[in-house]
């Protein structure tokens, strides 16, 4: 695909495509802007427009056209070719060679699904009870019924098979498209129907939900070439744009709740579709913003799953917090029914993460028994290990031991393993120390690679990605080359200074988060601690 990339470039200029995101004023040779992560005070994004390449400053990230739309949209990069090859007007799949059939197949797939979609919106349309059903119980506006695509699937017979076969597609298309049920017949009948839309405007899928009392409730599309549920987020189409201008994310337990959530007017809102929360799911997000906010049930389910998502949020430096103030509704759904405004509000008042699973335990169990303290302390400590923040982690520390009636040694003392092997607390976690040692070895290399004599001291890798080493000329070019020889010598001694340090630093995270792996293993903990111990003397 790199003749596909290279005629993209040629037909798309960089600050054209950055341009549609932010605004960017000339300033010389380049073009500055303000971050579109929301991490700067003053315009600190670089774009030049000879080397075809941007970079941003404040958030220490760079590249071409395909990692910008890849960072600022939260796709992959077969998204962002897709969607640069088609503001480009060039055709992916002559370049696709050996995977011309499949991306044949997966453009029959969409055809396809972009005429069941409508054939299920002109469905709605005719039928005045579905009609009634989603413009009244279910309270949704003409509006927002377009913007979400919303249809109906006729109860009786084959339709949509019919139809579809009639437009000239095979049974073995529609069944590839997850349209057809093992009998090779409708898939879905007699339900509402909302597609999956993906990252560029187009349908992958549907969850279909009944209009009655039958079961199941929702019925959705299996994974297929074009859709996965596991990597999938519903509403992020439509929530990316506010979530970018407004710097934080919704997270709810239901389709349905992100649909109301858009027409109360909290855009921002998303769902994982019918599966618990992953790791990828929060990777995309936090590619836009650092302001996860959950809208979980308080029952047990939604403790767990807060709980899982405190575990990964502490690794991505995601600052996550719980919307709880329902009002006695059920979810947001039920809220936003009976008031949009109190929804709103909901969504303003959010409160941190570990404050309201702390309450939660709290609820739950005994404090004043010994059974009741230990549960709670083996939650709670565990939860406070995920926290980056030192200052945050102590706060929580010193919240516990106070609720407990107890030392904050004693509940540090907790961390101490089976055989007195003794945890060391992370004050960092992996992923803030990775970037930190990045802005560093971009910085060396930039003066190494152009810095003349004085970047010969420097003993890096050069990258070989013609892009990279573009990016490192914008970032010398920005920061040093108006600085003189001896300021800039001083300037690299500090680098390599502090590179060092967060080497070491990275180095010691590496080997802290290998505790937890083998907890049970003495001889093996012991081994970790011995190495953590010998990096932190040398």
């Known amino acids: 695909m ?6 993209i470039k040629a037909r798309l200029s960089v600050e054209d495509v950055v341009g549609q995101y932010i605004e960017l004023k000339r300033a010389g040779r380049t073009f500055k802007g303000r971050s579109p992560w929301g991490v700067d005070k003053t315009p600190s994004f670089m774009v030049s427009p000879e080397k075809g390449i941007w970079h941003d400053f404040s958030a220490n990230k760079g590249g071409d056209i395909f990692s910008f739309v890849m960072e600022v949209e939260g796709i992959s990069f077969p998204e962002a070719l897709e969607k640069l090859a088609a503001q480009a007007g060039v055709e992916l799949k002559k370049y696709s ?5 499949i991306s044949r197949k997966k453009a029959r797939m969409r055809e396809a699904l972009e005429l069941a979609t409508k054939y299920y919106q002109v469905a709605l349309t005719k039928n005045k009870p579905v009609c009634e059903y989603v413009f009244y119980k279910r309270n949704m506006n003409r509006e927002t019924v377009k913007e979400f695509r919303i249809g109906y699937s006729p109860k009786v017979g084959d339709a949509l098979l019919k139809f579809l076969r009639g437009r000239g597609y095979s049974v073995d298309e529609l069944d590839s498209a997850g349209l057809l049920n093992r009998f090779g017949r409708d898939l879905f009948k007699g339900r509402m129907m909302v597609p999956f839309i993906d990252t560029n405007g187009q349908v992958i899928g549907y969850t279909a939900r009944v209009l009655d009392k039958s079961e199941p409730k929702y019925l ?19 929530a990316k744009e506010a979530i970018r201008r407004d710097g934080f994310v919704v997270i709810v337990e239901g389709n349905m709740d992100v649909i109301s959530s858009h027409q109360a007017g909290v855009k921002q809102t998303v ?15 936090s590619r836009l913003t650092n302001d996860v906010r959950l809208a979980y049930d308080g029952d047990d389910a939604g403790v767990k799953a807060t709980e899982r998502a405190i575990n990964m949020a502490g690794d991505l430096g995601i600052n996550l917090t719980v919307i709880s103030d329902y009002h006695g509704a059920k979810d947001p759904d039920e809220l936003i029914q009976q008031d949009p405004k109190l929804w709103r509000e909901a969504v303003q008042s959010s409160k941190p993460a570990m404050d309201w699973l702390l309450e939660k335990y709290e609820e739950k169990l005994d404090l004043l028994s010994a059974q009741g303290k230990k549960e709670y302390s083996d939650m709670a400590m565990k939860m406070i290990g995920n926290i980056a923040d030192p200052v945050v982690r102590k706060h929580y520390e010193q919240l516990v031991a106070k609720r407990l009636d107890v030392s904050v040694e004693d509940l540090v003392a907790k961390r101490v393993e089976k055989g007195n092997v003794k945890k060391l607390k992370q004050v960092k976690t992996q992923a803030q120390n990775a970037k930190k040692v990045k802005i560093l070895e971009d910085a060396l290399l930039s003066i190494m690679m152009f810095g003349g004599e004085v970047g010969e001291g420097i003993n890096l890798e050069v990258p070989e990605d013609e892009t990279k080493l573009q990016e490192l000329e914008l970032i010398y070019e920005t920061k040093y080359k108006t600085m003189a020889a001896t300021e800039l010598k001083g300037e690299v001694k500090e680098l390599l200074r502090s590179y060092q340090v967060e080497l070491k630093q990275q180095k010691i995270e590496e080997l802290t988060s290998k505790l937890a792996e083998f907890e049970d293993d ?13 990096i932190q003397k040398g």
Do not use: C, V, W
Not at 2 to 7: L, Q, S, V, Y
């Open 2 to 7: 790199n003749d596909a990339k290279e005629e």
């Open 522 to 534: 003495e001889e093996k903990s012991a081994d970790i601690l011995r190495e953590i111990q010998k």
């Open 220 to 238: 959705n599309t299996p994974d297929t070439l074009l859709f996965n549920k596991s990597r999938y987020i519903f509403g992020f189409y439509q």
């Open 97 to 101: 060679g050996g995977d011309a059939k």
């Open 271 to 285: 769902a994982t579709s019918g599966t618990a929360m992953t790791e990828q799911h929060l990777k995309i997000l």
